[in-house]
Each structure stands twice: as C-alpha cells, then as structure tokens.
C-alpha cells in the first residue's frame, strides 16, 4: 500500500509539474513529497523526475512510467469512490418482523416509499401476532407492542400507544351511551381473547387523577383487533381497542369514541435489534423510517406500568 501512495504521489506530482503544488494538494508537507518520490525512484533505480529551479519535469523514463501509473491512479480512485458510495448506500438483505396492528395500520401503507428510497435493499417482512424471538428466527429490527424482556437486544421505545372504547351508532341509539366507566358492565363487551385462552376483561380509565378499573362482560369474545373493530362496526357491542386499530372507522364516522373524556393506557411500541447490528446504514435507515412514522404519538420519560409483550 506505501508503495502505492507513492505511486498517487508520483502522478500528482508530474501533472502539476511542483512538489509544492503537489503538497498542497495532497495535504502533505513538500519534503514529504520528495522523499515518497526519492523513495520510489530508489526502489525503480531511475530518475523518474528532473529537478529544475521552477519545479519539476519527467525524465524520459518518467514519461513512461507516468503514462502507465495515471491509468491505475485513475481505477484505484474510482474504487475507492465505488466503495465510498457503497457506504453511504443501504442495500443488502433487511429481514424484519411486525407486530401486526402497527404493521397493517402505519408500516405497510409507507413500506412502498421506504424501498423507492432505498432501491438496493432487499427486504423481507415476517408479520407477527405477538412476540417472538428476534434473535432466534435471524430478524435484524423487530417492531413490538409491550416492554421486551431484559435480553442482550438494544431496545427502542417507539411511542405510547392509547386504547379507545368505541361502539357503532346504532348500538348507542338501541342501548344508551355510557357517561362514566361503571356503566359498561350494563352493556354488552365485546371482550378480546388473549392467545392462553383468557379473555381481557379489565379496562383500566383514568381522568383527572381518578382511575376506575372495569371489569366488563359480554356474549361475543375474539382473538384479533380488527375483527374486533369490524364486529363492533356491526352493532354487536362496545370495542375497547388500541386507537390505531379504530382510528380509520371512527374518521369515517362507522364507530362512535365513548367516554372521550376517560383515557386508557395502552402497551408501548418498541424496536428490537441485535446491538453488533445498530450501526449499520440499511438497519439505521430502517429504524429512521419507523420512527418517522409514530412522531405524532407522544412518548413518556417514565412509564407508569410496564407490559408484557402484546398478543393480538
């Protein structure tokens, strides 16, 4: 590699005809430009540059080596360029894992966008119900609802999500419209199914400082947050989802918010990825665009309570 350099030296130095030239150029001192190329000649045993009062010029065999040293300076920049942009440009295989509610609510709409961005990426998308093992399973970012366990994983705290407890019109029209939490156990649930079999029948409000735990009961209980959007939708009772699963019906007016005044804290949104995997360009883009897509929900400094990882 010395030997190059001083090839690099050597070429510089001929095509601006002055050692001093070259050193500026080069951000070297001129000494240490005449003796890289002191030391090349030593190493050929010939003269390659003659020393003149304005400068420097070739010698005849200077000329030669000259005309075959500019051809390799010239790839060896263009390699290192090559290399340089390679650096600044994502690409290679990205294998991710979503939890499904943010990936079909905000991911995937903005998935096509990410890759026009970043062309040279292969991505892959394991979508996930629940938690999973990250490291396991060979996936670089994983995207979760709930506090991960303590692991040798970097964990990211994307955003604090909110529940919202919705109902069709139509229901509210038939059987009232609740004005304080104790009322729902006068109304029919519907209640979410935990994958161990359980169904979710606590809702927790709090407002103003007053937390009021519910315990709710119903006919209908469901394993999926969308489905449990639809069937509400349906009139079939009251929903008590997380806000991003209900945010499309209720801007279109097919679900109704009830008790808007009351909130309820839902599981936090967290990026998982491997720490030796954190500096790199096609991860760092990726936990870029993640990031980008929650800033408008708000993040605590220190969270209340924590979550087990979300199942749904």
């Known amino acids: 590699m010395e030997h190059l350099r001083s090839i690099s030296i050597f070429v510089r130095t001929a095509e601006l005809g002055s050692f001093a030239a070259a050193s500026t150029t080069l951000g070297l001192t001129p000494s240490a430009v005449s003796k890289s190329i002191a030391a090349l000649e030593r190493g050929l045993k010939v003269q390659l540059l003659v020393r003149t009062t304005q400068g420097a010029r070739l010698s005849d065999e200077g000329a030669r080596f000259y005309q075959r040293c500019k051809a390799i300076v010239s790839e060896l920049e263009a390699a290192e360029r090559e290399v340089a942009t390679a650096r600044e440009t994502a690409r290679g295989r990205l294998r991710v894992m979503l939890h499904v509610t943010p990936a079909r609510y905000r991911i995937l709409p903005e998935l096509p966008r990410f890759l026009r961005e970043h062309p040279d990426l292969q991505l892959e998308v394991v979508i996930s119900p629940g938690a999973r093992s990250v490291e396991a399973e060979g996936i670089d970012v994983g995207v979760f609802i709930g506090d991960p366990p303590d692991s040798r994983l970097v964990a990211r705290r994307v955003a604090d999500l909110k529940f919202v407890t919705c109902a069709s019109r139509a229901y509210l029209a038939q059987y ?7 009322d729902l156990v006068h ?14 029948k606590e809702w927790t409000f709090e407002r103003g400082g007053e937390t009021h735990a519910v315990e709710v009961g119903g006919n209908l209980c469901i394993n999926d947050g969308q489905a449990l959007v639809d069937l509400a939708a349906a009139g079939n009772g009251i929903a008590h989802v997380i806000a991003m699963t209900a945010e499309r019906s209720i801007a279109a007016g097919v679900l109704v918010p009830v008790l808007p005044d009351w909130s309820s804290d839902a599981p936090p949104i967290y990026m998982l990825f491997a720490r030796g995997n954190s500096q790199t360009l096609r991860v760092r883009k990726f936990v870029e665009f993640i990031t980008g897509l929650f800033v408008d929900m708000p993040r605590v400094a220190a969270p209340a309570r924590r979550w087990p990882m979300y199942q749904s």
């Open 187 to 200: 109304h029919n649930c519907i209640e979410y199914l935990r994958p161990d079999g359980r169904t979710r």
């Open 176 to 182: 009232g419209t609740p004005s304080h939490p104790r």
